[in-house]
């Protein structure tokens, strides 16, 4: 599929909200890469493909990671909050065509984060929580991080949303933590 066709299938079956969402996320995924050193043109594509199976019920996610036999842990299995990721990869690849394993991985992780997030992979994360739709307490303070200090912001967004989930009584993603500290780990190294 080109580029057309992805956006175009996307606009007739993403809700609005979402496909408002999604090309946020697409933009400032672009933005985000020029400014780091990324493929813009693969942070465009990870950014469009990024939620295309969000929507979906969580058993016709499971269904789609069960048929392509990719291994995943209960606690994304059984939560499509953390599986749309896992699904929009196997989506892109089996639905859209999309074969670069850097854009798979960044839709892939692109809400959980992982222990050695690429540049591509950061300049997802980051550009799903802090494009300009997003209203949420700190989101502008976290923009502005952004432009100034990718590693900053992607921690700054993992204890975000770790807090968040604190006050919500909900469980976190230990691999979440995982990232969170390989970010904070690396940082430590670099400077």
Same mark, same amino acid.
């Given at each position: 599929m080109t580029m057309e066709d992805i956006y175009n299938d996307l606009k007739r079956r993403i809700s609005p909200k979402r496909f408002t969402h999604i090309m946020g996320v697409t933009k400032t995924a672009e933005i985000l890469a020029k400014r780091y050193g990324a493929d813009p043109d693969k942070a465009? @594509?990870? *950014?469009?493909?990024?939620?295309?199976?969000?929507?979906?019920? @969580?058993?016709? #996610?499971?269904?789609?990671?069960?048929?392509? /036999?990719?291994?995943?842990d209960r606690a994304v299995y059984e939560n499509g909050a953390l599986l749309h990721g896992l699904a *929009?990869?196997?989506?892109?690849?089996?639905?859209? *065509?999309?074969?670069?394993?850097?854009? @798979?991985?960044?839709? !892939?992780?692109?809400?959980?984060?992982?222990? *050695?997030?690429?540049?591509?992979?950061?300049?997802v994360f980051l550009a799903d929580y802090i494009e300009p739709s997003r209203k949420f307490p700190g989101v502008d303070a976290l923009r502005k991080l952004a432009f100034i200090d990718l590693d900053e912001a992607v921690l700054a967004g993992y204890d975000s949303t770790i807090a968040h989930l604190l006050?919500?009584?909900?469980?976190?993603?230990?691999?979440?933590? @995982?990232g !969170? /500290?390989?970010?904070?780990?690396? #940082?430590? !190294?670099? !400077?």
């Open positions: 465009y @594509l990870a *950014g469009l493909l990024h939620d295309c199976a969000k929507e979906l019920p @969580l058993r016709q #996610m499971q269904a789609m990671v069960d048929e392509a /036999n990719v291994l995943v *929009g990869a196997v989506m892109a690849r089996d639905y859209y *065509g999309i074969d670069d394993e850097e854009v @798979l991985e960044a839709i !892939r992780v692109h809400t959980t984060g992982k222990v *050695g997030m690429s540049a591509l992979d950061k300049v006050e919500q009584k909900l469980s976190i993603y230990f691999k979440t933590i @995982l !969170r /500290n390989d970010c904070l780990a690396q #940082m430590k !190294r670099s !400077r």
